[in-house]
């Protein structure tokens, strides 16, 4: 079956500082990739995604490549704010199913 | 456009009661997915519907149940509420054309079974 697998949080870091959240995944076929994010209280928020290999997602200063040799779809930004600090999730469908197979998520904090 | 409505936001149920939850998709969505959210198992796909038929369905027990109205409103019932019910659940709703669009999810219900 489909897997997703993220690195074990959290993650803290300081303002400004560079951010990587690993994520890879296990599926047949060639699934769509989605980073979502929560902050407290509240549902998901779609960050970005990719559709086929070596599609890059980036949305808010934060960009993921989809990379099918290594099944992986690690999440990027290249200076955190205050303000990014939530939980990611990273997620597949496989289109076939209707649903999506989320990883575990990976809480961030961002310390001024 | 709004987005995707959930209600109620907070429900306390008792162990063996029953509870009903709703959700309104955006407009022009026809798949409405349901998610389980809790500290321990993550989250968990539910079922989904589209055009009021279940297209997909998750391994919970068939004390989860789900419809949807031609409206492509949905609701989700437990019955017989086990204390290990207590979650956030999600719904999720997507065009039901293109899965890989990407689903836009409601802030959820926080369900608590005491």
Same mark, same amino acid.
């Given at each position: 079956?489909?897997?997703?697998?993220?690195?074990?949080?959290?993650v803290t870091l300081s303002e400004e500082a560079f951010l990587?959240?690993?994520?890879?995944?296990?599926?047949?076929?060639?699934?769509?990739?989605?980073?979502?994010?929560? !902050?407290?209280? $509240?549902?998901?928020?779609?960050? @970005?995604?990719?559709?086929?290999?070596?599609?890059?997602? #980036?949305?808010?200063? *934060?960009?993921?490549? !989809?990379?099918? $040799?290594?099944?992986?779809?690690? @999440?990027?930004k290249g200076s955190v704010?205050?303000?990014? #600090?939530?939980?990611? *999730?990273?997620?597949?469908?496989?289109?076939?199913?209707?649903?999506?197979?989320?990883?575990?998520?990976?809480?961030?904090?961002v310390q001024? | 456009?709004?987005?995707?409505?959930?209600?109620?936001?907070?429900?306390?149920?008792?162990?063996?009661?029953?509870?009903?939850?709703?959700?309104?998709?955006?407009?022009?969505?026809?798949?409405?997915?349901?998610?389980?959210?809790?500290?321990?198992?993550?989250?968990?796909?539910?079922?989904?519907?589209?055009?009021?038929?279940?297209?997909?369905?998750?391994?919970?027990?068939?004390?989860?149940?789900?419809?949807?109205?031609?409206?492509?409103?949905?609701?989700?019932?437990?019955?017989?509420?086990?204390?290990?019910?207590?979650?956030?659940?999600?719904?999720?709703?997507?065009?039901?054309?293109?899965?890989?669009?990407?689903?836009?999810?409601?802030?959820?219900?926080?369900?608590?079974?005491?």
């Amino acid at each position: 079956g489909n897997s997703v697998t993220q690195m074990e949080g959290p993650v803290t870091l300081s303002e400004e500082a560079f951010l990587t959240i690993n994520c890879t995944y296990t599926a047949t076929g060639y699934p769509s990739l989605f980073w979502y994010v929560q !902050y407290p209280g $509240e549902g998901l928020q779609l960050l @970005l995604k990719a559709t086929k290999a070596d599609d890059k997602g #980036s949305n808010k200063g *934060f960009e993921a490549t !989809y990379r099918k $040799e290594t099944t992986s779809f690690h @999440l990027e930004k290249g200076s955190v704010q205050v303000s990014d #600090s939530a939980v990611y *999730f990273c997620a597949l469908s496989d289109g076939k199913r209707g649903a999506l197979t989320f990883g575990s998520g990976t809480r961030l904090q961002v310390q001024p | 456009k709004a987005g995707v409505t959930q209600t109620p936001r907070y429900l306390i149920k008792t162990r063996g009661q029953q509870v009903t939850l709703s959700c309104s998709p955006i407009s022009g969505h026809r798949s409405v997915s349901w998610y389980q959210q809790t500290p321990g198992q993550g989250l968990q796909f539910l079922f989904e519907y589209f055009s009021e038929t279940q297209r997909n369905k998750g391994n919970f027990p068939g004390r989860f149940s789900g419809r949807q109205f031609s409206n492509s409103r949905s609701e989700m019932n437990v019955s017989t509420l086990e204390l290990g019910d207590s979650a956030l659940y999600l719904c999720a709703s997507n065009s039901g054309v293109q899965a890989n669009y990407g689903y836009t999810f409601g802030s959820g219900t926080r369900l608590t079974v005491v």
